[in-house]
């Protein structure tokens, strides 16, 4: 399934290639480059601090808006974006995600970092598109992006509702809103590239010293899951996802050109993007999270996120959090009830200047 090149010319792609000497130029190791067809990538607003808090709270704030199981697949908390608490976030297969594990090191990125988000004014949506061949990588100033046959670029920007367009590589379509057009795209945006999507279990143990042996190894390397050579299991999995979002984005692409059949994988594309598609329905996680948020910033002191679990029959929030002092937690609990939720607390415990309890909140009345 994974191949190891050598020879810069032989990556399938110029947008991998564009990573690739990217990171040679810093003198790092080698990275693995995930084909754009099987990440996407979406943005999501989560009201609570800490790296820590964050990743436990973003699967379930993406959960409506991923057609396949969480347990299916791997979610990746990418970089916090400019907006207030709101973050980028990768969802990739769990399986090939499971196929990297152990047999290959370095970095993993999906090849839409290649191009970085253009600026937009503030409340608009701009692009940045980088044509190669029938190839078109677009990155949306939302820090979001993906990669469509050029032949679709127009129907997904029509759309997208015509969104101004920053240009490069080869020509786009003239009927397209185009700004400016160069040849030569801009460098990685430093932001993504601190990026990796090991995670959670497939982070790899920066103390194993056969892995840090083995980045030395890689540095004349160059490791990159093929574009045309995804393993069958692999394709089984990705093509389960498709073909449900397929009907959504069918529906709403019969509203505009009847008759017309999409062609290749932009289903999650025209998901997000199409104005005709029916909205997602409301999540209880992200209002109920929000109110939690609400309540402990007005304690005093420090207020970190241990560990974070969420039920939705009925809606429950159970989390593990940390204050200076036990009194800091007395507060937190008497903000919660202020907020009208219904709160259940674990025994405390205090060491070394850290009070910890748990606590089971539940939706009140709203105040």
């Given at each position: 399934?994974?191949?190891?090149?050598?020879?810069?010319?032989?990556?399938?792609?110029?947008?991998?290639?564009?990573?690739?000497?990217?990171?040679?130029?810093?003198?790092?190791?080698?990275?693995?480059?995930?084909?754009?067809?099987?990440?996407?990538?979406?943005?999501?607003?989560?009201?609570?601090?800490?790296?820590?808090?964050?990743?436990?709270?973003?699967?379930?704030?993406?959960?409506?808006?991923?057609?396949?199981?969480?347990?299916?697949?791997?979610?990746?908390?990418?970089?916090?974006?400019?907006?207030?608490?709101?973050?980028?976030?990768?969802?990739?297969?769990?399986?090939?995600?499971?196929?990297?594990?152990?047999?290959?090191?370095?970095?993993?990125?999906?090849?839409?970092?290649?191009?970085?988000?253009?600026?937009?004014?503030?409340?608009?949506?701009?692009?940045?598109?980088?044509?190669?061949?029938?190839?078109?990588l677009v990155r949306v100033s939302d820090g979001t992006g993906f990669i469509v046959d050029q032949a679709m670029l127009p129907l997904i920007w029509d759309l997208a509702q015509k969104p101004e367009i920053f240009a490069y590589g080869d020509?786009?379509?003239?009927?397209?809103?185009?700004?400016?057009?160069?040849?030569?795209?801009?460098?990685?945006?430093?932001?993504?590239?601190?990026?990796?999507?090991?995670?959670?279990?497939?982070?790899?143990?920066?103390?194993n010293w056969s892995y840090q042996l083995k980045r030395v190894a890689a540095l004349g390397a160059i490791a990159l899951i093929g574009h045309f050579?995804?393993?069958?299991?692999?394709?089984?999995?990705?093509?389960?996802?498709?073909?449900?979002?397929?009907?959504?984005?069918?529906?709403?692409?019969?509203?505009?050109?009847?008759?017309?059949?999409?062609?290749?994988?932009?289903?999650?594309?025209?998901?997000?993007?199409?104005?005709?598609?029916?909205?997602?329905?409301?999540?209880?996680?992200?209002?109920?999270?929000?109110?939690?948020?609400?309540?402990?910033?007005?304690?005093?002191?420090?207020?970190?996120?241990?560990?974070?679990?969420?039920?939705?029959?009925?809606?429950?929030?159970?989390?593990?959090?940390?204050?200076?002092?036990?009194?800091?937690?007395?507060?937190?609990?008497?903000?919660?009830?202020?907020?009208?939720?219904?709160?259940?607390?674990?025994?405390?415990?205090?060491?070394?200047?850290?009070?910890?309890?748990?606590?089971?909140?539940?939706?009140?009345?709203?105040?």
């Amino acid at each position: 399934m994974t191949q190891v090149i050598e020879n810069i010319e032989n990556i399938p792609t110029r947008f991998a290639q564009n990573l690739v000497l990217t990171e040679a130029d810093s003198g790092q190791t080698a990275p693995i480059i995930l084909p754009a067809e099987q990440v996407t990538l979406l943005t999501a607003s989560l009201p609570v601090r800490g790296a820590r808090a964050k990743r436990a709270a973003l699967p379930f704030a993406l959960e409506e808006r991923i057609s396949a199981p969480l347990g299916d697949v791997h979610i990746a908390l990418c970089r916090s974006l400019d907006s207030d608490n709101k973050v980028l976030a990768a969802v990739v297969d769990r399986k090939v995600m499971d196929a990297l594990d152990g047999r290959i090191t370095g970095t993993v990125w999906p090849e839409t970092f290649a191009l970085p988000s253009p600026d937009a004014p503030e409340g608009t949506v701009v692009w940045a598109v980088w044509r190669d061949a029938d190839r078109a990588l677009v990155r949306v100033s939302d820090g979001t992006g993906f990669i469509v046959d050029q032949a679709m670029l127009p129907l997904i920007w029509d759309l997208a509702q015509k969104p101004e367009i920053f240009a490069y590589g080869d020509a786009l379509p003239a009927l397209l809103n185009v700004q400016s057009h160069s040849s030569t795209p801009p460098k990685p945006d430093p932001k993504d590239l601190a990026v990796d999507l090991r995670q959670g279990q497939f982070a790899q143990a920066s103390t194993n010293w056969s892995y840090q042996l083995k980045r030395v190894a890689a540095l004349g390397a160059i490791a990159l899951i093929g574009h045309f050579g995804i393993a069958a299991a692999d394709a089984v999995a990705l093509r389960n996802i498709a073909d449900r979002e397929r009907v959504v984005a069918q529906a709403a692409i019969d509203t505009i050109l009847p008759g017309m059949t999409l062609a290749g994988d932009v289903t999650p594309i025209i998901r997000r993007l199409a104005p005709t598609a029916q909205p997602q329905t409301g999540s209880a996680f992200l209002p109920l999270l929000a109110r939690v948020s609400t309540s402990l910033s007005e304690v005093k002191g420090q207020v970190s996120f241990r560990r974070m679990t969420f039920s939705d029959t009925p809606a429950r929030l159970t989390f593990l959090i940390e204050t200076p002092t036990l009194d800091a937690l007395q507060q937190a609990e008497r903000l919660l009830r202020a907020q009208g939720l219904d709160v259940r607390s674990g025994a405390a415990t205090a060491a070394a200047g850290v009070a910890e309890a748990e606590f089971i909140v539940s939706s009140g009345a709203s105040q």
